[in-house]
C-alpha cells in the first residue's frame, strides 16, 4: 500500500511562504495526489490536487516532483488562519486512501 | 457551511448500544465517504458508497455497517460500541467516485461511548 511520511510540525511567520513537504516514495503511476487541512475542530477542508503536473489554485500551489516521489504543499503568504494540520493523502484508482499523519502548522504572528 | 450535513453533532451513548450517524452529501455529489478520527489513529477511512453502491472499503469493524440510500443520503450505524469507538466521525462527498475527485467534508459528529 502506498503511503506517505510528512513532518511533525513546521513553523511559519506571518505573511511568509510555507513550504511543505510529503513523501510517497511508493506511489503508483495512477495515485493523485491529494492535500486537505484541517482547523481545530472542524472537518478537513480540501486545498488541492494533482497527478503530475504543478497546479495553482487560489489556495495554494501544488509542487510535484519529476519521480513523483515526493510533492510540496506550498502556501504562498501565511496568514494565522493558515494554522492548521495539513494531510497529504493519495488516492488511488481504486479508491483506496492513505493518509499521511499530518503537519500541524503553526504561524507567528 | 461545506454543503455536508452531517447529525446528530454530538451523541453520548452507553457501551453495548447501537447508533446511527446520518450524513446528507452536497448537492449533485454521488458519492459519500465515512471517515473515524480518533485522538491515537488520526483520520481513517472507513468507507465509500458511489450512488447507491459500496465502492471501497478501509479500516471499517464488522461491528459496523452503511448504505447509501436513493436519495443519496447515507448512514453509518455503529453496535456493540465499545469505549474505543468514541471518536469523531467524518462523513464526505464528491461528485464522482475516482481518484481525480476532490472532496468536501462535513463538521463531523462526536460520538462518545460510556
Known amino acids: 500500500d502506498a503511503k506517505t511520511t510528512q513532518p511533525n510540525s513546521m513553523e511559519s511567520n506571518e505573511e511568509e511562504p510555507v513550504h511543505l513537504p510529503c513523501n510517497h516514495s511508493t506511489i503508483s503511476g495512477t495515485d493523485y495526489i491529494h492535500w486537505y487541512r484541517q482547523l481545530p475542530s472542524q472537518g478537513p477542508e480540501y486545498v488541492i490536487h494533482g497527478l503530475t503536473s504543478n497546479v495553482n489554485n487560489r489556495m495554494a500551489s501544488l509542487a510535484i516532483a519529476e519521480d513523483r516521489k515526493s510533492s510540496t504543499l506550498i502556501l504562498h503568504r501565511a496568514t494565522l488562519r493558515d494554522a492548521a494540520v495539513y494531510y497529504c493523502?493519495?488516492?488511488?484508482?481504486?479508491?483506496?486512501?492513505?493518509f499521511g499523519s499530518g503537519t500541524k502548522l503553526n504561524v507567528k504572528p | 457551511d461545506s454543503g455536508v450535513t452531517q447529525t446528530p453533532k454530538h451523541l453520548i451513548t452507553a457501551t453495548g448500544q447501537r447508533v446511527t450517524l446520518r450524513c446528507s452529501p452536497r448537492?449533485?455529489?454521488?458519492?459519500v465517504y465515512w471517515y473515524q478520527q480518533s485522538l491515537d489513529q488520526g483520520l481513517q477511512f472507513l468507507i465509500q458508497?458511489?450512488?447507491?453502491?459500496?465502492?471501497a472499503k478501509g479500516n471499517i469493524l464488522e461491528r459496523f455497517s452503511a448504505q447509501q440510500f436513493p436519495d443519496l443520503h447515507s448512514e453509518l450505524n455503529l453496535s456493540s460500541l465499545e469505549l474505543g469507538d468514541s471518536a469523531l466521525y467524518f462523513c464526505?462527498?464528491?461528485?464522482?467516485?475516482?481518484?481525480?475527485?476532490?472532496?468536501?467534508f462535513g463538521s463531523g459528529t462526536r460520538l462518545t461511548v460510556v
Open positions: 458508497y458511489y450512488n447507491g453502491e459500496e465502492r
Open positions: 493523502i493519495l488516492r488511488d484508482n481504486f479508491n483506496k486512501f492513505y
Open positions: 464526505a462527498s464528491s461528485v464522482g467516485g475516482g481518484s481525480n475527485y476532490g472532496y468536501t
Open positions: 448537492s449533485g455529489d454521488l458519492s
